[in-house]
């Protein structure tokens, strides 16, 4: 058997997608997963149940998974437990939703055109929801078993792609698989590509200046749709990172301390491509390569993780029992406390990128000249402020476990995301938009105190001069019931239109009361700014 001939293959695809309000409504639906079946009980998507149900075999593999985060992570992954009256009983909360088809089996792919298709088992096709976040994470695991290093390295590029970067001179989509189709347990297809279809995908995006999704996707997703697509369907969604989706990757492969430094950055970078000699360098193993168990000894010997943020790739020795042990070894790990942590980090950048985005589509729908536009604006900015609160408090981590393999390869992910840096600034133009929120009230609060005060100052005159010893123009309190409605109704009007009156010029009113306490002022220019109440210049 040749050097890197890969035994095992395991990818994870982590697609975040972006929920999306429905049209004519300012937010997304609070309870998305209350509408993932629509009361359809023929709808694919079911939610997972509780562990407490589970094997022992699960239960173990559960209990590993749920020790080895720190106990603020484990309540926001694994919800906490409250117990009942009766012994065992007990309901759980959590942050988190997950809904699972088993539809969907094996999935079909062919590389290239010509290339014979390769048949990959679907293990798992799950949707994550979270609370108050309008971020749901598409989670697919599929494996495959014994290629060639390039097949499988081509593989883990193509596969995972929204849709076609573009096409060749024959047609053919660029940097995805040529074909993938949907196989049911009996083999029967459901569902399969258009990525061929260019017309297709270029007339979308000229009528809609957004990407089509590809139709294999959109049935994976559904009832979740693109937005646009469909006006009236409850669940939609739009793209907030790049079209190629973050991915995970397992290789047991023959003799790993064989490859060279090339294909380990090829496989690290995904680039699909066969390596080239001198693309490796010693930057690229400082700054993506985890090498505690890089040597030959050790229960999983020559085991290297490679992390650009991207993409969490882990390679080890196909005859290493530890390293292919599904319950307790590396395999289970990667399924399990790898790819949680690799969640972690893309839940947050995804969030950050979805609360950036509401910024820009609140201040882009913003008119300053229509009142409607300008409640709306304050409406959404202040949602926003408060969604990143709690998300700030319920989903950012800086450290999320303190064993150290997890802790590093969380600490690689985030660097390479460079979460700081985008927490910061999102934080900063959060802060921004609450400032210029909290000082256009205080300049409202303030304007209507100065037009109360003149109101005031200005009554006061009518005021002190007919309530003067009790003085009283009109002896009408012997007059007919008729006569004295009539005065009563008029002095409201005229009362009511004096102060509208006055409100109206309170502004330039507030001016003359400010020029006739400055003593510096002459009486000239008094005067001119006590005529400039009834002129037409600029209130």
Avoid at 11 to 21: D, H, S
Avoid at 266 to 271: D, N
Avoid at 316 to 330: K, L
């Amino acid at each position: 058997m040749e050097t890197g001939h890969v035994e095992h293959l395991r990818q994870v695809l982590v697609w975040p997608l972006r929920l999306m309000p429905r049209a004519g409504e300012e937010r997304a639906p609070t309870q998305p997963w209350e509408l993932l079946a629509g009361g359809d009980d023929a709808a694919p998507w079911r939610e997972v149940s509780s562990a407490r149900d589970a094997g022992a075999s699960f239960q173990e593999r559960y209990y590993t998974e749920f020790v080895s985060f720190l106990p603020y992570v484990q309540r926001f992954l694994f919800g906490v437990g409250h117990v009942g009256s009766a012994a065992g009983e007990g309901h759980f909360t959590g942050q988190r939703r997950i809904f699972r088809r088993k539809d969907i089996q094996q999935v079909r792919v062919v590389l290239r055109s010509g290339d014979a298709p390769h048949t990959l088992e679907v293990h798992n096709v799950c949707l994550h929801f979270f609370y108050d976040v309008d971020v749901v994470l598409l989670v697919m695991e599929v494996g495959t078993e014994d290629l060639p290093l390039d097949t499988a390295q081509d593989l883990i590029y193509r596969f995972g792609r929204a849709y076609p970067a573009g096409w060749d001179a024959n047609g053919h989509a660029l940097h995805c698989m040529y074909s993938v189709e949907w196989l049911d347990g009996e083999g029967n297809v459901l569902s399969s590509s258009d990525a061929q279809d260019k017309e297709e995908f270029t007339r979308h995006v000229c009528e809609h200046h957004a990407p089509r999704i590809a139709s294999h996707w959109c049935h994976v997703l559904f009832p979740l749709v693109p937005e646009g697509m469909d006006a009236a369907a409850p669940l939609q969604f739009r793209l907030v990172e790049y079209y190629r989706m973050p991915m995970m990757a397992y290789l047991a492969v023959h003799r790993p301390d064989q490859l060279s430094p090339g294909q380990f950055a090829s496989l690290g970078m995904v680039a699909g491509a066969p390596a080239t000699p001198g693309q490796a360098s010693a930057e690229f193993e400082r700054s993506y390569c985890y090498d505690r168990f890089w040597y030959a000894g050790g229960a999983a010997p020559n085991t290297r993780y490679l992390c650009t943020g991207y993409a969490l790739v882990v390679i080890g020795d196909a005859a290493s029992d530890f390293f292919c042990c599904r319950e307790r070894g590396v395999l289970s790990q990667f399924r399990h406390q790898h790819f949680l942590l690799f969640m972690i980090a893309h839940l947050q950048k995804a969030s950050l990128l979805m609360f950036s985005d509401r910024l820009a589509e609140a201040l882009n729908s913003l008119s300053v000249t229509d009142p409607d536009s300008v409640r709306r604006f304050k409406r959404r900015i202040r949602y926003a402020f408060e969604s990143f609160l709690r998300f700030t408090h319920r989903y950012w981590f800086t450290e999320i476990s303190d064993q150290a393999q997890i802790r590093a390869l969380f600490r690689m992910s985030g660097t390479h995301l460079d979460l700081e840096r985008l927490h910061g600034e999102v934080k900063v133009r959060m802060g921004d938009m609450n400032s210029y929120l909290e000082a256009d009230s205080l300049r409202r609060q303030a304007n209507t105190v100065v037009r109360l005060t003149v109101v005031t100052i200005f009554g006061l005159i009518g005021s002190v001069t007919t309530g003067f010893l009790g003085m009283n123009l009109l002896a009408e309190a012997e007059a007919p019931l008729s006569r004295r409605i009539f005065i009563f109704v008029a002095t409201v009007g005229i009362t009511t239109a004096m102060t509208a009156y006055t409100m109206a010029k309170s502004k330039r009113l507030s001016d003359l009361l400010d020029a006739l306490s400055d003593e510096r002022l002459s009486l000239w220019t008094k005067l001119k700014v006590l005529a400039a109440v009834w002129g037409k210049g600029p209130a």
